[in-house]
Structures are given as structure tokens and as C-alpha cells.
């Protein structure tokens, strides 16, 4: 069953416009969440996790456990986070370390 | 820095060949992971290594085969390579030391594979 859910799978926006990147997750323990990005011709990365509760270069991403969602937002989207980003979740009673990746969601930023 | 390390960057095979893709991490991690990257299905994990000579399948194993003999090397093996494991393979690593207390898996740069 898929755990992890990212409806868009592409995004575009005009730079300087607020983003969301939205991602739903249905996971019966008690799960950690991360967004992962890949730039163009990069290897894919980690961006923040949600037990961080981090900004990481202008993104943000709250745990909401009532809509089971951790949509990534930003609020002034630049040409350079034109991106793939993965949503992915982890058991984290597990010490396997295994994550459960959504299908990711294409962001192009316009200038 | 961690490193993860993938054998080739671009690799062309034929149909029915037994393909070897390498990957090597310098950080001591105990966990390894292989994953395909297709376009509108994301990352799916194929299998994954917990300490030497440990795996455990991922979701899509059928058709693939891994072997750790070492803590740094994961293989991944397609017995017998057909048209539909034309994909992107990533490599991945992470520690599971709990005091460490992370979870990030550090990626290799990606071997793209086709299959004739």
C-alpha cells in the first residue's frame, strides 16, 4: 500500500510567487517525514526533515497529524529551486532507516 | 563529506546479459540501499543491506539480486537483464547508530542502464 502520496506531479510557478508542494502520507505508527530534492544533473538530497522544524533555504514543511500531510512551502519561489522534490516517510521505531518515497513532483520555476 | 560512489554513469546492455552495478561508500555506514528512479513512479526501492551479508527485499525485487561482502560495497545484480529494467539505479547509504540519531540516506550519483 502506498504510504506516501504527492498529488502534482508537476508544479509551476512565476518566480517570486509562494509555493506549495503538497504531500499526504497514511502510516499507522509513528512516522518521521523528510522532503528530498534533485537538481538538474544532481544527485538527490536531503532538504529538511520534519523533526528538524528547519528552514532550509526559505522552505519550510509542518507535520500535520490531523490531515496527515507535510506539504513543503515557500513563500518567495526563485529560478533555482526548479527541482524535483521527493516527499519520503520512515518508521520511527525502525532502525533499518528504511524511507518510503512518494513519486515525486517536477517544480519549474518561470522568471 | 559523505561519498557514494556508483561504478558507471551510463551503462548499455544486451538482453539476457548479467549486469553488475557497483556501489561504495567511505562512511562507514551500516545501511545500503537500491533503488530504480523512473519518470511519474519516483524512487522504488529494489533491496536493501542492514550490516554484511544482511538483505532484506525492497518492493520491486523480482528479477534482481544483491550481495554484501563487504561493509562499504552493495552490488546489485540483474541475473538475466531485460528491455523493462531500462531505468535509472541510485545507490544510498545511511547510518543506523541510534545516538547518532539520523536518518539521512546520502545517494550516489545514479547509473542509467538500457537495455537493448
Known amino acids: 500500500a502506498q504510504r506516501v502520496t504527492q498529488p502534482e506531479k508537476l508544479l509551476s510557478v512565476f518566480k517570486g510567487a509562494p509555493v506549495e508542494l503538497k504531500c499526504n502520507y497514511s502510516y499507522s505508527g509513528s512516522p518521521e517525514l523528510f522532503w528530498y530534492v534533485q537538481y538538474s544533473r544532481q544527485r538527490l538530497q536531503l532538504l529538511l526533515r520534519?523533526?528538524s522544524r528547519e528552514s532550509i533555504k526559505g522552505f519550510t514543511a509542518d507535520l500535520n497529524k490531523g490531515e496527515t500531510s507535510f506539504h513543503l512551502k515557500k513563500p518567495f519561489a526563485q529560478e533555482e529551486d526548479s527541482a524535483m522534490y521527493y516527499c519520503a516517510l520512515k518508521d520511527r521505531g525502525s532502525t533499518l532507516g528504511r524511507l518510503y518515497f512518494g513519486r515525486g513532483t517536477q517544480l519549474t520555476v518561470w522568471p | 563529506d559523505v561519498k557514494v560512489t556508483q561504478s558507471s554513469r551510463y551503462l548499455v546492455k544486451r538482453t539476457g546479459e548479467k549486469v553488475f552495478l557497483e556501489c561504495v561508500q567511505d562512511m562507514d555506514h551500516e545501511n545500503m540501499f537500491w533503488y530504480r528512479q523512473d519518470p511519474g513512479l519516483g524512487l522504488r526501492l529494489i533491496y536493501f543491506?542492514?550490516?554484511?551479508?544482511?538483505?532484506e527485499k525492497g518492493d520491486i525485487p523480482e528479477g534482481y539480486s544483491v550481495s554484501r561482502e563487504k561493509k562499504e560495497r552493495f552490488s546489485l545484480i540483474l541475473e538475466s537483464a531485460s528491455t523493462n529494467q531500462t531505468s535509472m539505479y541510485l545507490c544510498?547509504?545511511?547510518?543506523?547508530?541510534?545516538?547518532?540519531?539520523?536518518?539521512?540516506?546520502?545517494f550516489g550519483p545514479g547509473t542509467r542502464l538500457t537495455v537493448l
Open positions: 544510498a547509504s545511511s547510518t543506523r547508530t541510534a545516538a547518532l540519531r539520523t536518518d539521512t540516506q546520502y
Open positions: 543491506s542492514y550490516d554484511v551479508k544482511m538483505k
Open positions: 520534519h523533526i
